[in-house]
């Protein structure tokens, strides 16, 4: 018997999982093609939304999004593998998914895709049988800019470059030079700001 509750349990996790998943998968598809309404059914109400960009409650982020989408500002997602830790009372989760973003722009009258990888890492809750971002705090690991013309010849404002942390300098650079205010204390590969963010998930989990 204790091998069936056992068998039970582990499939019961392991749809939970999945469930999350497609959370995480549908925020980027309805994000990234303007599907906006569809795009709050990925968000509890309390959301919030983290971003070198923008940082506030997912309402918010939808309407920038929209201001932006419609001025023909191109940021778009890829995703990769993911961890998904469930906490004991099944109802929270910590997910983890290795994602690109890339944004196209003009980088000193050049135009570039700058491409940023790293992880979405979601505060996740299940209310009222319904799993949900509560929130996502990116994780950005390195980037890189890359002129659409490999023949351009441009040179990067190094002083304003390197004024940058080092996991998303580049995308920085492309966002301040395209009129956005960035945060400069996001978490990276390494450093205090990510291992917070680790102690920040384990503390959600707990909490249950």
Not at 47 to 69: L, P
Not at 141 to 162: G, W
Not at 186 to 193: I, V, Y
């Amino acid at each position: 018997m204790s091998t069936s509750i056992s068998t039970a349990s582990d499939l019961e996790q392991l749809l939970e999982k999945q469930r999350i998943r497609e959370v995480v998968e549908n925020w980027v598809v309805f994000r990234d093609s303007g599907k906006w309404e569809e795009f709050k059914s990925v968000w509890h109400s309390d959301g919030v939304m983290m971003a070198t960009w923008f940082q506030g409650h997912f309402e918010e982020f939808i309407k920038v999004s929209i201001e932006g989408w419609n001025k023909g500002v191109s940021i778009l997602h890829f995703l990769g593998g993911s961890s998904v830790e469930l906490s004991a009372s099944g109802t929270r989760a910590i997910s983890q998914t290795k994602m690109t973003i890339t944004q196209r722009g003009l980088v000193d009258g050049f135009e570039c895709d700058v491409v940023c990888t790293g992880r979405f890492f979601d505060f996740m809750e299940k209310r009222e049988g319904r799993w949900g971002v509560v929130l996502r705090q990116p994780i950005y690991e390195k980037d890189r800019i890359n002129p659409l013309d490999p023949s351009a010849n441009f040179k990067l404002d190094q002083d304003l470059l390197m004024s940058f942390p080092e996991g998303y300098r580049h995308l920085a650079y492309i966002q301040t030079k395209l009129g956005f205010k960035v945060k400069e204390d996001m978490p990276q590969l390494k450093g205090a700001a990510v291992e917070a963010l680790y102690q920040r998930g384990r503390d959600w989990l707990n909490h249950a």
